[in-house]
């Protein structure tokens, strides 16, 4: 089955900058869009910024407007997440995901910003 890879999280000051990356094992039959989602205690599974196939239509979260951005590669199944001006508040899991015939999840990656 497929797998979704996840790699890039870690440990950063505030100010920093963290670049996520998420790459399939295998190709994901009629792919429609990839994204990226971020986790906190306390609070529900939030989608951060998110890739449409083919026309690579973007969509931010108003949170990370101006400082994050998403990118994909269709052919290649990954999808990456370049995070600038990281606040305290962006400590999260972030987990990947891809749509296609059937949703695939990344299993997550912690990013934790100190201030």
């Known amino acids: 089955q497929v797998q979704l890879v996840e790699s890039g999280g870690g440990l950063v000051q505030a100010g920093g900058s963290l670049r996520l990356s998420c790459v399939a094992s295998?190709?994901?039959?009629?792919?429609?869009?990839m994204g990226w989602y971020r986790q906190v205690p306390g609070k529900q599974r939030e989608l951060v910024a998110s890739?449409?196939?083919?026309?690579?239509?973007?969509w931010y979260a108003n949170f990370v407007k101006g400082r994050f951005a998403i990118s994909g590669d269709d052919a290649k199944n990954t999808v990456t997440l370049q995070m600038n001006s990281l606040k305290v508040e962006d400590t999260a899991v972030y987990y990947c995901?891809?749509?296609?015939?059937?949703?695939?999840w990344g299993q997550g990656t912690q990013v934790t910003v100190s201030s």
């Open positions: 995901k891809m749509r296609g015939q059937s949703t695939y």
């Open positions: 890739i449409t196939t083919g026309s690579k239509i973007k």
């Open positions: 295998a190709s994901i039959a009629s792919i429609s869009s």
